[in-house]
């Protein structure tokens, strides 16, 4: 893939205090608004698009942060973070999904002997981390879609906080269960990338990879009937199971994000484990229309494109179909990086992002 061009992605102060424009992990187009999540706080923000006279996207600012404890129940209250690291859109419902991950801490820079190893040792749970978030998308006053807690008799809700999370409903899954206990880095549980079609959800798996193959989630949700804040898993498939789960070979490669292409799906791969790269994008042809646990081969997985990466930066983590084409009539993809290199930070105080065309 050729970066055709780099765009600004500005960001209010309190938000570079933050370092979300630094920590970009998620993002989905939205007519005019792009939305974003940074995986250090427990907030989505919506950016609007600057366009020259030809109405050619420059660049998006008119940051709002929308606080996910004023529209959900957070199981951890609203301070701690949610580490979001999926964003999906689809008829009229804006998703959003924790890494569901554990995190070991890390040696400090020149610490050694007890203390070095007693940190290595600890691992943590951070509850807020577990969610799935489903928010209604309204029209604002402004004409500009805005994540809302009610419109009309569509409500905000969450899976998770009650022992019904997805990795509770993964507690006997003969594939993933033993990985429960494993943090995100040690090759453990950790999504990484969520994407809605129709009533599907498909969720992704950066971490475990299991001889190569990446696992993908499918799940059916709808409204808890005792309670509209919360969610619960509705039956799939013929068999009533909770859930799917879709096994493709990525090369050892996990999902580091996932973004719906008319009925395919577009998978953003990269390392499961702290690693720069390789990053490709892959095409799973009519995932949409799978009907059964699916077991996809790397023949059946066409390659789009490889991206850029860096030594210790520029991981790319969100990927979003533009509505836009180039001079050949291919589509564009936005691609969002964590860690971003010294380069794509501007003086503005904003952080550039790579389109790219790719083919259909």
């Not at 923000?45 to 606080?67: C, F, K, N, W």
Request: charged share 30%; proline share 7%.
């Amino acid at each position: 893939m050729i970066v055709e061009r780099r765009i600004e992605l500005r960001f209010a102060q309190e938000s570079r205090e933050a370092e979300t424009h630094t920590n970009l992990s998620a993002v989905r187009q939205d007519g005019r608004c792009l939305w974003v999540a940074g995986d250090e706080t427990a907030t989505i923000e919506r950016l609007t698009a600057t366009t020259d006279p030809s109405g050619h996207i420059t660049g998006y600012d008119g940051q709002r942060t929308v606080r996910l404890a004023d529209l959900v129940p957070l199981p951890a209250g609203p301070e701690e973070e949610a580490d979001i690291e999926g964003l999906a859109r689809s008829n009229g419902w804006l998703w959003a999904v924790g890494s569901h991950s554990l995190k070991r801490k890390k040696i400090k820079p020149g610490q050694t002997g007890s203390k070095a190893r007693k940190r290595l040792a600890t691992v943590v749970r951070e509850d807020n981390r577990f969610i799935l978030a489903r928010l209604p998308l309204a029209p604002g006053e402004d004409g500009l879609s805005e994540a809302v807690r009610e419109d009309g008799g569509r409500t905000a809700a969450v899976l998770g906080g009650h022992g019904d999370s997805l990795t509770d409903m993964l507690a006997d899954d003969p594939h993933l269960a033993p990985f429960l206990s494993v943090p995100s880095k040690d090759n453990g549980i950790d999504i990484e990338g969520i994407a809605a079609h129709g009533e599907r959800l498909f969720i992704g798996f950066r971490g475990p990879v299991l001889r190569g193959w990446a696992a993908l989630m499918e799940v059916h949700l709808e409204t808890h009937p005792d309670d509209p804040a919360r969610l619960r898993p509705r039956p799939v498939g013929k068999d009533d199971e909770p859930y799917r789960m879709h096994f493709l070979d990525l090369g050892g490669l996990g999902v580091r994000d996932l973004c719906p292409h008319g009925d395919d799906l577009l998978v953003l791969t990269g390392p499961s484990m702290d690693l720069d790269g390789p990053v490709r994008v892959v095409r799973w042809p009519g995932a949409a229309g799978i009907d059964a646990p699916g077991v996809v081969h790397a023949e059946d997985l066409p390659v789009v494109g490889e991206l850029p990466y860096g030594e210790g930066d520029d991981h790319a983590e969100g990927i979003a179909v533009l509505d836009e084409t180039d001079s050949a009539g291919r589509p564009k993809l936005m691609v969002v990086y964590d860690s971003p290199a010294e380069e794509r930070l501007t003086d503005a105080g904003g952080v550039l992002a790579d389109v790219v065309s790719f083919e259909k």
